[in-house]
């Protein structure tokens, strides 16, 4: 049977190859950091790491290599059970508790990943009775989990609010006994911010909770780093909080949701992928107390990183490519083509920058970009040598 199988899984292949849709993985050597060193599938060496979600560059911060150290020789490697067998430590529960005081919510409860948290929303809290508003550039957690709900599902283009208070007219109209408004706080592939003020004014309105994705912003967007309900002065208004401790906050894995008490203790009851997954490693709980403890007592980091943004942005502008707009750590560098973007992160490879061409389906046909993602951890010097990799690699390209 899978000879059969196989012709139709390689023509597949062959096909995604030629329409330059194929996504190499490559190989570092190195711990994650601003510089990393590839050992397959492009220029060996040492290149700057421009394609990172580390954007406090925390993943190889030695204060929380130590914490995490310090934490396999306390609680051990792994809890090889779930929750609520015996798979609880006190870390995991001090780490719920100091995310929740963090994120400015009632409680939270951890999960394997931010997709695992996503995916185990939506099912537990709706029913064939209610209806979910979703942003259509969702991440693809959030449409996944979605689908795992019975619920109604409607959908809003892109931070349009005329478009979200048509939908929530529709849930009204359809008799829905719940409302939940769902949407990324940063959209991961254009760094725009939503606009939750007035997401949760709709959501007054018509009486619908609101929830925030917000994996591309809890550790350094905001005054003190709480995301964009904390940018946006709604804190107290968003009822859920999904994000990850594998991005700004260390970089490693396991997600959350951080939300009101009610929702957290059911979650807890009824949620199926952390009724069913291991916990989360205790070394990755440990260390992500000692990333809160950084981000509450200095803004260096976050301060540092938006002037690293700012100065790529202002240099890539001048220089006249093509940059949406905004003032995120996501810079997306539109190129169009497929195959060009390929071809253009190939060459600044090549001149030791590493970044990454991204094209359908992560992104619609035609849209085609780099994502340059800056850190904390470069400096103003890394910065101007990745515009300057740019803009000769452009002219090879036209050359």
Same mark, same amino acid.
């Given at each position: 049977?899978?000879?059969?199988?196989?012709?139709?899984?390689?023509?597949?292949?062959?096909?995604? %190859?030629?329409?330059?849709?194929?996504?190499?993985?490559?190989?570092?050597? /190195?711990?994650?950091?601003? /510089?990393?060193?590839?050992?397959?599938?492009?220029?060996?060496?040492?290149?700057?790491?421009?394609?990172?979600?580390?954007?406090?560059?925390?993943?190889?911060?030695?204060?929380?290599?130590?914490?995490?150290?310090?934490?396999?020789?306390?609680?051990?490697?792994?809890?090889?059970?779930?929750?609520?067998?015996?798979? /609880?430590?006190?870390?995991?529960?001090?780490?719920?508790?100091?995310?929740?005081?963090?994120?400015?919510?009632?409680?939270?409860?951890?999960?394997?990943?931010?997709? #695992?948290?996503?995916?185990?929303?939506?099912?537990?809290?709706?029913?064939?009775?209610?209806?979910?508003?979703?942003?259509?550039?969702?991440?693809?957690?959030?449409?996944?989990?979605?689908?795992?709900?019975?619920?109604?599902?409607?959908?809003?283009?892109?931070?349009?609010?005329? #478009?979200?208070?048509?939908?929530?007219?529709?849930?009204?109209?359809?008799?829905? %006994?719940?409302?939940?408004?769902?949407?990324?706080?940063?959209?991961?592939?254009?760094?725009?911010?939503?606009?939750?003020?007035?997401?949760?004014?709709?959501?007054?309105?018509?009486?619908?909770?609101?929830?925030?994705?917000?994996?591309?912003?809890?550790?350094?967007?905001?005054?003190?780093?709480?995301? /964009?309900?904390?940018?946006?002065?709604?804190?107290?208004?968003?009822?859920?909080?999904?994000?990850?401790?594998?991005?700004?906050?260390?970089?490693?894995?396991?997600?959350?949701?951080?939300?009101?008490?009610?929702?957290?203790?059911?979650?807890?009851?009824?949620?199926?992928?952390?009724?069913?997954?291991?916990?989360?490693?205790?070394?990755?709980?440990?260390?992500?107390?000692?990333?809160?403890?950084?981000?509450?007592?200095?803004?260096?980091?976050?301060?540092?990183?938006?002037?690293?943004?700012?100065?790529?942005?202002?240099?890539?502008?001048?220089?006249?490519?093509?940059?949406?707009?905004?003032?995120?750590?996501?810079?997306?560098?539109?190129?169009?083509?497929?195959?060009?973007?390929?071809?253009?992160?190939?060459?600044?490879?090549?001149?030791?920058?590493?970044?990454?061409?991204?094209?359908?389906?992560?992104?619609?046909?035609?849209?085609? %970009?780099?994502?340059?993602?800056?850190?904390?951890?470069?400096?103003?010097?890394?910065?101007?040598?990745?515009?300057?990799?740019?803009?000769?690699?452009?002219?090879?390209?036209?050359?």
């Amino acid at each position: 049977m899978f000879d059969t199988v196989r012709d139709d899984l390689r023509a597949t292949l062959d096909e995604i %190859r030629a329409a330059g849709l194929h996504k190499p993985e490559r190989v570092i050597g /190195t711990p994650q950091s601003a /510089t990393v060193e590839v050992t397959q599938g492009g220029r060996p060496g040492e290149v700057l790491n421009f394609c990172a979600n580390n954007y406090l560059g925390l993943a190889d911060h030695p204060e929380v290599i130590a914490a995490a150290h310090e934490a396999l020789d306390r609680w051990g490697y792994g809890m090889a059970s779930v929750r609520f067998i015996c798979g /609880t430590q006190e870390v995991h529960k001090e780490l719920e508790a100091r995310l929740s005081a963090f994120l400015g919510q009632e409680d939270t409860i951890l999960y394997s990943s931010c997709f #695992d948290a996503n995916g185990g929303v939506f099912e537990t809290l709706l029913g064939p009775e209610d209806a979910v508003i979703s942003d259509a550039l969702n991440h693809a957690s959030i449409i996944d989990g979605i689908r795992l709900s019975k619920a109604r599902r409607l959908r809003y283009a892109n931070r349009d609010l005329a #478009d979200l208070e048509t939908q929530l007219k529709e849930a009204n109209a359809g008799g829905a %006994r719940r409302k939940l408004i769902v949407t990324d706080g940063v959209f991961s592939m254009d760094g725009y911010v939503a606009p939750l003020a007035e997401i949760c004014d709709l959501a007054d309105r018509y009486d619908a909770m609101v929830m925030v994705d917000d994996s591309h912003a809890v550790g350094f967007v905001g005054a003190g780093g709480r995301g /964009t309900p904390e940018l946006h002065g709604v804190m107290d208004r968003v009822d859920i909080i999904t994000g990850t401790l594998g991005k700004a906050l260390g970089g490693a894995s396991g997600g959350y949701v951080s939300a009101r008490a009610e929702i957290v203790a059911l979650l807890r009851q009824r949620s199926r992928p952390y009724l069913f997954s291991n916990t989360l490693a205790p070394v990755i709980a440990a260390a992500s107390l000692k990333v809160l403890d950084l981000l509450e007592s200095a803004d260096d980091l976050r301060v540092r990183l938006a002037e690293n943004t700012a100065l790529f942005r202002s240099r890539m502008t001048e220089a006249g490519f093509d940059i949406l707009p905004g003032d995120h750590a996501i810079a997306p560098v539109m190129i169009g083509d497929a195959s060009e973007a390929g071809r253009m992160a190939e060459l600044l490879l090549e001149r030791g920058v590493y970044v990454i061409g991204f094209s359908y389906p992560v992104v619609p046909q035609g849209k085609a %970009r780099i994502r340059v993602q800056l850190s904390a951890a470069h400096s103003a010097e890394d910065v101007n040598r990745a515009v300057d990799a740019f803009i000769a690699a452009r002219a090879e390209l036209a050359g």
